[in-house]
């Protein structure tokens, strides 16, 4: 069984960063960060594959939003710069154990089994 705990999220200026931490419990493979906005679907923002640890991004994060992973303490991070409002969401952590997802990257919610509980991540105007 896998758990994940999110931390990092809060409030910020427009232009201005934040550091997502993922803490993660048990194996993981491919793990990636999504956002919910009010009354939107959970949508894809950034992924790593597990395999040979690369990265790929949704384009509206791209240039400004960095997923990394540190192996050692089982910890994903999303840093996030140039933050503008429309970045405004619950940012969640999720984990996949689909081998398909550790090649070549997943950007479908139901490709990932586990979930953290969501951190708020609010940008002023």
């Known amino acids: 069984q896998v758990q994940l705990v999110e931390s990092g999220g809060g409030l910020v200026q427009a232009g201005g960063s934040l550091r997502l931490s993922c803490a993660a419990s048990?194996?993981?493979?491919?793990m990636a960060w999504f956002r919910q906005a009010p009354g939107k679907e959970r949508e894809f923002v950034a992924g790593i594959r597990s395999n040979e640890g690369s990265t790929y991004y949704t384009d509206f994060v791209k240039g400004r939003f960095i997923i990394s992973r540190d192996y050692a303490k089982n910890t994903l991070f999303l840093q996030m710069n140039s933050l503008k409002p429309e970045d405004t969401a619950v940012y969640y952590c999720?984990?996949?154990?689909?081998?398909?997802?550790?090649?070549?990257?997943?950007?479908?919610?139901?490709?990932?089994?586990?979930w953290g509980q969501g951190t708020q991540v609010t940008v002023s105007s």
């Open positions: 048990g194996r993981t493979n491919a």
């Open positions: 999720a984990a996949s154990s689909d081998p398909y997802c550790s090649h070549f990257g997943c950007q479908t919610t139901s490709r990932y089994r586990y």
